[in-house]
């Protein structure tokens, strides 16, 4: 899959990929050592946990000593979360006299690693343990800070490295969690060219029309994943490593997260204050593009309501509302309410605008949901192909509770998403209905 390096697009951006290479294919593992050299690394860094250090971290540690270069080690706990405590661990492990960190893993260790990397002010190269998420490249970490999760800017890896015959060794849930990532993208291409009518936000059509070709080209080799047909297993990783890439060509997460991501971070928040049940973020991404779907059919048959809409807002309590979501998401909820403060989205002369604008595009709102979401059934369909979870109750979230992580998605960033153009449109009973449905 070709990175665009330095290109001025028709959108009027400069894309650049963040990162130098992508290596990807069988035995691509090899590359490790060279890529360390090309980058002047002397005395590496070298972050696993406990569970890739048995896949990977060992050979990564073969490779580098065999080669003459020196390694100092951090093997983290297995389940070390993203938070303060996770990155001290990772820190402390650190020796200021290396000058690149390699990470050998995917989720976590990838974002501790590109948060030690950024500290310490060298390269990274991450070696990839699993096809599971769509992090790899983007220029940015999934953190937990103050009970939020929260993507704080941080430099991307300079080389992802992509052993397909590693990546095939994954769990077969880690596996469906980087297609549940990569389905995602429906809904997130859908809400940036939408939030591009509604509020005038950038939007890139060249990146958009590649994150769709990567997107294809994953549902294509769906059926072979499973079985770890090499061709099944690259297509994903490509699509997941070219969705990070796309985000740091665009500067924002657009292209590749929208409502669909924010129902797993609702999730992610309940299961830090509540230790309710959290699944795989690509699995709760799955899900949540299946409950986005079925609204998004929902609206496609509802004509707007204009004085519906406004009699909706004018009876919402604001206060009311930030006292549910504090109750219902934990001590996260009080950043989300700050962001509100600045971001005025319940504001009645702003929602007012939005709506004019909303009614004056409302065909063209309904094409861009036919043409970039597959019905809920369709997407249903794939991941029954898999067995894969397509329901709250299959990754332990409760079904009556949907309608308030829906509401609570609103806040999560401010981003125009599905639950606010329900919000201004005043069917969040609808949306409620669809989401309280078994299927």
Known sequence: ?????????????????GFDRMNVGRGAIGTVVSEVRRLGGTRVFLLSDEN???????????????????????????GVEPDEAGLDAALKGYDPACDLVVGVGSGVVNDLGKCVATEAGVPYVIVATAPSMDGYASGTAAMIVNGLKVSLPRRSADVVIGDVDLLATA?????????????????????WRISHLVTGEYYCERLASAVREALAACVKNAKGLLSRDP?????????LVFSGAAMNYAGLSRPA??????FSHIWDMRGLAFRTPVALHGIQCAVGTLCAAGIYDALLEVKPDKEKALRAVKAFDRDEWFKELRAFVGPGADAMIEAEARDGKYDPQKHEARLRVILDNRDAIRSIIREEIPRANEIRSLLSSLGAPQTPEAIGQKRSELPLTFAATRDVRDKYVLSRLVWDLGLTDLANARLLREN
């Open 1 to 17: 899959m070709q990175l665009f390096h330095g290109e001025k697009c028709a959108c009027g951006k400069v894309h650049d990929a």
């Open 52 to 78: 890739t250090e048995k896949v990977g971290g060992k050979r990564v540690e073969g490779l580098l000593k065999a080669a003459g270069i020196p390694v100092v080690r951090a093997v983290l706990p297995a």
């Open 171 to 191: 769990p077969d849930e880690m596996l469906i969690a980087g297609l549940g990532d990569m389905i995602a993208k429906y809904v997130s291409i859908a809400e």
């Open 231 to 239: 061709a099944a297993i690259e297509a994903v990783f490509e699509g």
């Open 257 to 262: 997260s929208g409502v669909e991501h924010y």
